[in-house]
């Protein structure tokens, strides 16, 4: 155990304090992680203080700037391969950082405080590595620790602090599909007690499919050391980007194998499209069932429909366009040699807007609620003519959105010894304000119809049809040229403070015990500012502010087993709690209820090696989301009767696995990282449906990865040549479509390779990296019908000079 331990948020606002002279302190300060030889050994993510991770009574993943530069990695979607249970989300209309860690929802922070959420589609936006330089993830509830938390856990990106010792990088890349950027890394001391840093980025690419992305980023910081026991930082980050949406990727035709006695459509023939005996649903010629039938390919209703290198979106689909404010002051205070108090206040706000399109629903066959082919979820006919490949019920959405926050931590830690076991106690104290602003307006093609109450059509979509998907004409025009309709138009409010103890023990080198509780209290405001009639008359007009509020406590207990110094055991039990829905309505204060929760239950073993150059954990895991609602079929809406409950609580969403990771630096050649999970995440909210404990959309079962790294003197030059080697393994994902004819659906699993050529000097780096090196064809997410097709074989070249 180190002489003083500071907090991961403390660690990750100091700089290199080693860099002032001896006169200044006479105290030993460790930066962001200490490290032994070259792999991390220390976090504080799980215990707000450096912990060594063989102590460590939590699940915790590091991944350090070696191995992010060393692949070439400049965003946090790329990073997840590094990561075991930390995957893409299904369902999320290609937005953002939408990941999930064990199946479930994540908090994103920034050296531990808001860096927005993985809110649906919506405050969503794409978080680039360009100022940090590492990422640590905590697996499960955070005891309050973080402020309002998801149920899978903490990702945390640690940023890049001033140093007191010059540093300036200057770095170009260049890239397939037009892509470069070129970024500036500036560091040093100003005083002998003020330090700054600068680190701004601009990037451009039109992107493979020409999914184009645009990005423009600044981050500043200025430090001042006051004298060895105190400091401050103040750091600003503004981030301004475009970048393309693609909401459907390739889509899965709706052909429903159910509806025709199992059969898949690789079997069937256009006798076993029978018409709607009732005469119903949409009624087809014995020519135009067959011409069904030889248009269905045999993994139709299965698997994405194949597209090739084209994409489906419409021009009036427009980039999400988002910018990010960030401003935040860190004080870091040692009142004592034993106690120690840091403290954070940050503003945050961040705004989007965007249009895209719903989906490409593809209708083959499918008998729906009883109806073979009902409209308008059937095959287009027009004029008596048969377009087995058009798309009906098609939306736009346009999107304006805003989200301002403001947030304040303190943690104060003391640090004491009772006999021969050492101590630290931290009371912890959060504040956290989100203010939300969003409109939406939608429009749809001609199968759109809304009718009033005496049945007359109030509306109907003017969009025309999209005859063939494959090769799609699109509409004419701008968005607001089609009569949109205001379809969300709401204010929402939520606060939440919290106040937590933990106490953290250190038992004759041999036991880590940890007890965490915390109290924290939601409250959640809902104004509704109207919408038009046409769409829903009943929620026109706007209505008063109404809120809801929740608090309780939440735990943690945690104990570690260390046997021997490169042997550990740890067990964990946590218990979390967060806002049910953050973007959700609040109908006034009789809807008062407890607020989603989340239990995690962990059991693991590290293990180190080769002198401290290897660590590796692996983990059994239990963690859901519980207390999620769902409405009770015995409930009459015309008749309410009090002893009835309208809604039920008891819902959850649970996910059990076992992950493996692995980071070891063999030698001076030889480096390897390895990770991989089995999961089985399930969506067990409500009982009164048939997907009942269904797979959670786009939650692999095993993922899987590596990536080994090979340095030696070749061709005489005067440096080492560094090359690297990567796979990746993703199992089969969900589509759980059974609203939309496919309850079958899924998302292929796929392996693909990357290497990685480098050469670095005192002052020169040379890098190209080269992924999917077999251009093999994959999806790399699964969308809400479909997948995301990865990108085919490319190359990116980077070259940096240190100033």
Request: proline fraction near 3%; aromatic fraction near 10%.
């Amino acid at each position: 155990m180190t002489t003083h331990k500071l907090s991961l948020i403390t660690l990750a606002c100091l700089t290199a304090f080693n860099a002032i002279s001896a006169e200044q302190t006479d105290l030993e300060h460790i930066t962001v992680y200490q490290k032994q030889n070259q792999v991390v050994l220390n976090s504080g993510l799980a215990t707000k203080s450096d912990m060594s991770l063989m102590e460590t009574p939590a699940p915790i993943v590091v991944v350090d700037q070696e191995l992010i530069n060393s692949q070439g990695v400049d965003n946090l979607q790329d990073l997840t391969r590094n990561i075991s249970g930390v995957t893409q989300a299904g369902n999320n209309y290609g937005i953002g950082d939408n990941l999930v860690i064990r199946g479930l929802g994540a908090n994103y922070t920034y050296d531990g405080m808001y860096g927005g959420a993985g809110l649906g589609n919506t405050f969503n936006p794409t978080r680039s590595l360009t100022n940090v330089e590492a990422v640590e993830v905590l697996k499960g509830p955070a005891t309050g620790l973080y402020g309002m938390g998801s149920a899978g856990g903490v990702i945390n990106l640690i940023e890049k602090k001033p140093q007191f010792t010059e540093q300036h990088n200057v770095q170009a890349e260049i890239g397939q599909w037009n892509t470069y950027s070129l970024s500036i890394d500036s560091t040093n001391a100003i005083t002998e007690n003020l330090a700054y840093r600068v680190n701004a980025k601009t990037a451009r690419s039109d992107g493979y499919r020409d999914l184009k992305d645009d990005r423009d980023e600044i981050y500043g910081a200025l430090k001042y050391v006051f004298n060895d026991r105190q400091n401050i930082m103040i750091s600003a980050a503004y981030i301004k980007d475009a970048i393309a949406v693609d909401s459907i990727g390739h889509p899965i035709r709706i052909y429903n194998a159910q509806s025709v006695n199992g059969k898949t459509a690789g079997q069937v023939t256009g006798d076993d499209l029978v018409n709607d005996p009732t005469s119903a649903g949409l009624q087809l010629s014995d020519a135009q069932r067959q011409q069904l039938a030889n248009s269905l390919a045999a993994n139709d209703g299965l698997t994405p429909y194949k597209f090739g290198h084209r994409g489906i979106i419409s021009p009036m689909a427009k980039d999400n366009e988002g910018e990010e404010l960030r401003f935040k002051l860190t004080h870091n205070y040692y009142l004592t040699d034993d106690l120690f108090l840091n403290q954070q206040l940050q503003y945050r706000n961040y705004e989007s807007s965007f249009s895209r399109q719903t989906g490409a629903y593809n209708y083959v066959y499918w008998n729906r609620r009883g109806v073979i082919n009902a409209d308008p979820r059937a095959p287009l006919v027009v004029d008596d003519v048969l377009y087995p490949f058009a798309a009906r019920r098609q939306e736009f959405r346009q999107v304006q959105a805003d989200e301002k926050s403001w947030q304040y931590f303190a943690d104060l830690r003391y640090d004491f010894s009772l006999g021969d076991i050492e101590n630290e106690f931290l009371i912890n104290a959060n504040y956290e304000d989100r203010d939300i602003r969003f409109t939406q307006y939608s429009i749809w093609d001609k199968d759109y119809i809304l009718k009033d109450k005496n049945g007359d059509v109030a509306y109907q979509g003017s969009l025309p049809y999209i005859l063939d998907i494959r090769t799609p004409v699109w509409s004419d025009g701008q968005f607001s040229d089609y009569d949109p309709l205001k379809t969300s138009n709401y204010s929402k409010k939520v606060q939440a403070w919290g106040l937590g103890l933990q106490h953290v023990a250190y038992i004759n080198d041999t036991f880590t015990t940890r007890i965490g509780v915390a109290y924290n209290e939601i409250t959640q405001k809902y104004e509704h500012l109207g919408i038009d009639a046409r769409y829903r008359a009943s929620a026109a007009a706007a209505t008063p502010e109404a809120s809801t509020s929740d608090n309780g406590l939440t735990y943690n207990l945690g104990a570690t087993y260390k046997p021997t110094d490169d042997l550990s055991i740890f067990i964990n039990h946590s218990k979390g709690r967060t806002a049910y829905s953050v973007l959700g309505s609040v109908k006034g204060n009789e809807a008062d209820r407890d607020d989603a929760q989340s239990l995690s239950t962990d059991l693991g073993i590290r293990v180190k090696a080769f002198d401290d150059q290897l660590l590796a954990s692996l983990v059994v895991f239990d963690t859901a989301r519980t207390n999620l609602e769902y409405s009770n079929p015995a409930y009459d809406d015309t008749k309410p009767d009090p002893s009835i409950p309208k809604n039920y609580f008891d819902g959850e969403e649970k996910t059990r696995g076992v992950e493996l990771d692995l980071n070891a630096y063999l030698n001076d050649q030889w480096k390897v990282n390895i990770n991989g999970v089995y999961q089985d995440a399930r969506d067990q909210k409500n009982p009164n449906v048939s997907t009942f404990a269904a797979r959670q959309k786009g939650v692999p079962y095993v993922t899987a990865s590596s990536w080994l790294t090979y340095s030696a003197q070749w061709f005489e030059l005067a440096q080492p040549l560094k090359l690297s080697a990567g796979v990746k393994y993703v199992d089969d994902r969900s589509t759980n479509a059974s609203s939309f004819g496919i309850p079958d659906g899924y998302v292929p699993s796929y392996t693909i390779y990357d290497a990685a050529l480098s050469y670095n000097t005192d002052k020169w780096g040379l890098q190209l990296n080269l992924n999917n090196l077999f251009n093999k064809v994959y999806y790399s997410k699964a969308m809400f019908l479909g997948g995301m097709p990865g990108e085919e074989r490319n190359a990116k070249l980077t070259l940096s000079y240190k100033l």
